[in-house]
C-alpha cells in the first residue's frame, strides 16, 4: 500500500509488513491508499486484485522438470557471478509496488525479475525464448503500460531489484523475437 505518498511507507529497502510505527512521530498524520493501477483493480479498501501478475506467471515464469529426488547441488555447476545475479532476481516478492511507482503503471521490473533469475540458470534454458515470449504477451493483454526508464520501479522496491534486469529482459525479448518462430 501508499504510505504518505510512498509505496511501502517511509523506509527503504523495505515492506508495508515489516514497517514499525517507530518510523513515525508522535501525533503524524498517516495517510494509507491502495495500489492504483488499472491491472490492479481495487477490490475494496486497501484491497487490490493482483491475479494479473499470477497469470503473466503462469504464461512462462517456471520450468519443466521431472519429478523425483532431488537433483544432487553439485551435478549442475554454475558460474557464481550467474548464479548471485539469479539470486538477486529472485528476490522479487511480486508486490506490486513496482507498477504502482510507475507513471505509466510498467510491470518491467517485475518481469525482469522474474525472467531474470531463470534466463541466468541453466535449468531456465529449455523453455528461455517461449517464456519471455509468451510472458510479455501477457502483461501487455492485463493492461500494463509501457517502459520510458524513468527508474521509479527500482527507486521503491523492497526487494532493491536493479533496472538491469529490464536490460537483460529486453536483450531476451529481442532474441527470443529473432529466433522464436512464433
Ligand atoms: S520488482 Fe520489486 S517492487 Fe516490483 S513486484 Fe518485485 S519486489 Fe515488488
Known amino acids: 500500500m501508499y504510505i504518505n505518498g510512498k509505496p511501502h511507507g517511509p523506509w527503504q529497502a ?50 519443466s522438470v521431472n519429478t523425483g529426488n532431488a537433483v544432487d547441488g553439485n551435478s549442475l555447476p554454475i558460474n557464481k557471478e550467474k548464479a548471485d545475479a539469479s539470486f538477486a532476481a529472485a528476490m522479487c516478492i511480486g508486490c506490486g509496488a513496482c507498477v504502482a511507482a510507475c ?13 531474470s533469475h531463470l534466463a541466468l540458470l541453466p535449468q531456465g534454458e529449455p523453455e528461455r525464448h517461449s517464456r519471455v515470449i509468451n510472458m510479455i504477451a501477457q502483461m501487455d493483454k492485463e493492461g500494463f503500460g509501457s517502459c ?35
Open 148 to 182: 520510458t526508464n524513468t527508474g521509479a520501479c527500482e527507486a521503491t522496491c523492497p526487494k532493491e531489484i536493479s533496472l538491469v534486469n529490464i536490460a537483460r529482459l529486453n536483450k531476451e525479448y529481442l532474441t527470443a523475437s529473432l529466433v522464436s518462430d512464433k
Open 103 to 115: 507513471k505509466n503503471s510498467s510491470a518491467m521490473l517485475f518481469m525482469s525479475a522474474k525472467v
Open 14 to 63: 523495505n515492506t508495508t509488513c515489516q514497517l514499525h510505527m517507530r518510523a513515525f512521530k508522535d501525533g503524524d498524520t498517516i495517510v494509507v491508499e491502495p495500489w492504483r493501477a488499472n491491472a490492479f483493480p481495487v477490490i475494496k479498501d486497501l484491497t487490490v486484485d493482483r491475479s494479473s501478475f499470477d497469470r503473466i506467471i503462469q504464461a512462462g515464469g517456471y520450468i
